[in-house]
Structures are given as structure tokens and as C-alpha cells.
């Protein structure tokens, strides 16, 4: 089995606190695979605050701007979109959504857009 | 094929499994790996779950995460440390290790309860065993207690699920199929 894994990548995404200490509910916005050019689809989901990154002052409200860290999967990936593994299932997306590839940020690869607002 | 304590062992030692903490040796069994509760057990509020007059229904599909974040409420924690899970309690809680299955690992786990628990009653988990590979963080226990009596838990120390980690086939080409994705999708 292999362990080399250069995958991760961060989407923009907005943050409240979560039900436990320690974890954030998150929300990004997917396209919809049925209707890409439509309005996007709101997709939460909560992680562990390890898997996101804040970018800036939470506003009045507590809400944070920040990054979500996600993997590229392997396949489902063009010019436009790119197909995204959650760290943790969102419902009732599950376990990956498609995202714009000009909203994904690689680690290693593109850190000089970073920090940015989301 | 589900992997022996020294294969689990050895995927642990190598970052395959990523987990942390590090796991104690007594938590490796012959085939899994226990698992222990956090510290921030949580459970819904009852008084305000339950208002009188007030009919609260959740439509799963376009359920709101925010909109429940102040139905719920800590669990009382005991002058010793501990909790105790009631009869009919239903409490969730997070596994106190942190875990990636990282995808081309080719691995996925099913969590799973313990039986001396599950001979009093109590399930550490409902529905939705499987951690897929990608998945990356603790896991949330949805703790019912379906038996007679009270069961005390210890925060951070209790060992009362477990997680059976299996070989997959091939490395997965996208992720699980979802009712969301499907061929249909731009992406084909």
C-alpha cells in the first residue's frame, strides 16, 4: 500500500461553531451536477477544526470565513469542475461534491493566493 | 478482507491509519481497534424539543445544521467525572481519537459497539457504520441506552466502540455513489 498522498486541497467556505468543543459546522457552495449552471447548492457539514483554516475576525454574528480542507478525487475532474472529497459526509450530499476548479486551492501548489477572502 | 491487530498495528506505525492519539496497545483487539469517548457529550434538549403545542418536524433533505445548533445542550457531568447514560437516553459524543482513512489508503472501517455494553442495553452508535475512505476526522457516537439501568461512562477513558478496518478492492475512482451524484453529472 502506497502512503504517498499529495491531494489535499482547501475550498472557500464559512464556519459557525458546532455542537462539540473543538468543531466547526461548515458551509460551502457545490455546483449541481444536474444543473451546473444553476444557483449552486448549499452543503454543510461539521468537522473537526483541524479541517479548517480561518481567514480573518469572525463577524457579530460569529460566523468565520475561512478554507475547508478537502481531497481531489482521483477522477472528476475538468477545466470546469472538480469533484471534491469532504472530510465527513454533508448531508444529504454524502460523501463528495463538485466545486468549481477555479474556487480550489492546492496545498503546495497555489499558496500564494492564500489568504484570500472566501 | 478485514485486517488482524498486526496488520492494523503496522498501517497505524506507517501513517496508512492516521490516528491520534496514538492508540494504547490494549486497544487492539484480534480484529479491531477500540476506540474511546471523548469529553463533550451532548444531548438534545428535551424542553425544547418537546414544546407543548409546538409540532417540530425536520425535513431531511433540506435540513438546516444551523437552525438545530441550540437544540442542544451538555450532558451533566458527575462530581467524579463521569456521565451517566439514563435509560431511554439518547446522548452523542465523539470518539476522543481523531481518524483518516486517507483514500488511496484503500481502506474503509465499519465502527462498531462493544458487546459487554451491548449485553446492558446500550448501542454506541445508530445506523451509518461506515467510514469511508477519505473520511478524515473524530466520529461522532449516537449513544442510546435501551436497557434497565444507568450506565457510567468516563470521559476520555471509556472504550465503548470499535473500529473494524477492511481492505477495499481497487482504490476508489471518485467516492461512494451518492443519491446526489451519479453518471448524470457534468463530470461523467
Not at chain 1, 475550498?11 to 449552471?37: H, K, R, W
Amino acid at each position: 500500500m502506497s502512503t504517498v498522498y499529495e491531494q489535499d486541497a482547501f475550498v472557500p467556505c464559512i464556519a459557525v461553531p458546532g455542537m462539540f468543543s473543538g468543531e466547526y459546522l461548515v458551509t460551502l457552495y457545490a455546483v449541481d451536477p444536474q444543473n451546473p449552471s444553476g444557483d449552486k447548492l448549499a452543503v454543510q457539514l461539521f468537522v473537526d477544526e483541524r479541517e479548517f483554516e480561518v481567514v480573518g475576525q469572525p463577524s457579530s454574528e460569529g460566523e468565520l470565513k475561512g478554507y475547508l480542507k478537502v481531497e481531489l478525487a482521483p477522477r472528476g475532474t475538468t477545466s470546469d469542475y472538480c469533484t471534491v472529497i469532504l472530510p465527513t459526509p454533508a448531508i444529504p450530499f454524502g460523501d463528495s461534491v463538485v466545486v468549481l476548479s477555479g474556487d480550489i486551492i492546492r496545498k503546495g501548489h497555489d499558496d500564494s493566493r492564500r489568504p484570500r477572502d472566501p | 478482507m478485514i485486517l488482524a491487530d498486526h496488520e492494523i498495528l503496522d498501517a497505524v506505525n506507517s501513517g496508512i491509519i492516521a490516528i491520534e492519539p496514538k492508540p494504547q496497545p490494549t486497544q487492539y483487539s484480534s480484529t479491531a481497534l477500540d476506540l474511546r469517548v471523548g469529553d463533550d457529550f451532548q444531548k438534545w434538549n428535551s424542553k425544547l424539543c418537546n414544546v407543548s403545542g409546538v409540532a417540530t418536524i425536520i425535513e431531511l433533505d433540506k435540513i438546516n445544521m444551523v437552525d438545530l445548533q441550540g437544540y442542544a445542550e451538555p450532558l451533566k457531568i458527575q462530581p467524579d467525572g463521569t456521565v451517566h447514560i439514563e435509560p431511554k437516553d439518547f446522548v452523542f459524543v465523539r470518539t476522543l481519537e481523531h481518524v483518516h482513512l486517507k483514500l488511496d489508503s484503500q481502506l474503509a472501517a465499519r465502527i462498531e459497539g462493544r458487546s459487554t455494553a451491548a449485553r446492558l442495553g446500550m448501542c454506541a452508535h445508530i445506523s451509518a457504520p461506515t467510514i469511508h475512505a477519505g473520511f478524515r476526522g473524530k466520529i461522532v457516537l449516537e449513544i442510546l441506552n435501551h436497557g434497565p439501568f444507568a450506565i457510567k461512562l468516563r470521559p476520555n477513558l471509556s472504550r465503548i466502540a470499535q473500529l473494524i478496518f477492511e481492505r477495499v478492492n481497487q482504490k476508489p475512482d471518485n467516492t461512494i455513489v451518492t443519491n446526489y451524484i451519479d453518471q448524470q453529472t457534468p463530470l461523467g
